[in-house]
């Protein structure tokens, strides 16, 4: 599986442990958030590095947890340092909880240090590999790709065995200036291995759900379905207003209904 991008037979729809919180790492808090997932109807979840460490030494009681709730872990967010150790450490339990993905994600430099930070993430999707992973590398608000323009020139740049492209739909529709979702998804088809639906909306922020801000899904579900893009959808909200289980529902409901996406 190595330095291979994962094959999928469909489209998987998941959801971001981040409607439930940033630090789900209290197991009360973690399980909530399964129950919920499962009974909406995903088949997945996002975790986030900053939950697992508890579960280190009983990866079993964990995957067990997934297994009879019937989801698997669509991937998991590392916010990536100079730590490798704890890389290591957090691939090898991915792997023994049944996931295949990292999506790296955090503050790893700025345009100045762009030599620097590119062999250090590289350097995090080999450790990925190393342990049958994927790694990806997630555009974001504030780190060392946050333009479209600045991520295309990171997907240049970065071996691309190392570390594959994806799409957050929300911060495409925040950061993307000048361009769009839809428009970055139709240019790197061939290439987006993941993808995160995620609003925005200038009054709700990226506290949004889907379908309610200004990302042009409908766009997009044609364009998936245009291009046959099979793998994770996972849905991400930075918090609610309701409560998490009444928001991922509602974002269920529109990805199955509105836009036909099964």
């Known amino acids: 599986m190595g330095n291979m991008s994962l094959t999928y037979d469909r489209i998987y729809l998941g959801v971001s442990q981040l409607v439930w919180g940033y630090d789900l790492s209290r197991a009360d808090r973690l399980v909530q958030c399964l129950d919920e997932a499962s009974e909406i109807g995903y088949e997945g979840?996002?975790?986030f590095d900053s939950t697992l460490p508890f579960w280190y030494n009983r990866p079993g009681?964990?995957?067990?947890?997934?297994?009879?709730?019937?989801?698997?872990?669509a991937a998991v967010i590392l916010q990536p340092s100079l730590d490798f150790k704890g890389t290591i450490q957090l691939a090898k339990f991915v792997s023994e909880i049944g996931g295949d993905r990292l999506v790296i994600s955090g503050r790893d430099g700025t345009q100045t240090e762009w030599k620097i930070s590119l062999p250090l993430l590289e350097r995090h999707g080999e450790i990925a590999n190393a342990h049958g992973l994927r790694a990806n590398y997630h555009h974001h608000t504030g780190w060392i790709a946050e333009t479209?323009?600045?991520?295309?020139?990171?997907?240049?740049?970065?071996d691309r065995k190392k570390l594959g492209a994806m799409l957050d739909c929300g911060h495409a529709t925040l950061d993307f200036k000048g361009h769009s979702a839809l428009e970055f998804y139709s240019?790197?088809?061939d290439i987006v291995e993941y993808i995160e639906f995620k609003d925005y909306s200038p009054e709700t922020d990226l506290r949004t759900e889907v379908g309610k801000g200004t990302c042009d899904f409908r766009g997009?579900?044609?364009?998936?379905?245009?291009?046959?893009?099979?793998?994770?959808i996972v849905v991400e909200q930075n918090g609610t207003s309701g409560t998490p289980k009444g928001s991922s529902q509602e974002s269920y409901?529109?990805?199955r209904e509105e836009l036909g996406i099964p």
Do not use: C, P
Request: charged fraction near 35%.
């Open 148 to 158: 479209m323009e600045q991520y295309e020139r990171l997907l240049a740049d970065i």
């Open 187 to 189: 240019k790197h088809s």
């Open 253 to 255: 409901r529109f990805i």
């Open 45 to 47: 979840v996002l975790l």
């Open 61 to 73: 009681e964990l995957k067990e947890m997934l297994e009879q709730r019937k989801l698997k872990v």
């Open 220 to 232: 997009i579900a044609k364009a998936l379905k245009e291009h046959g893009y099979k793998g994770w």
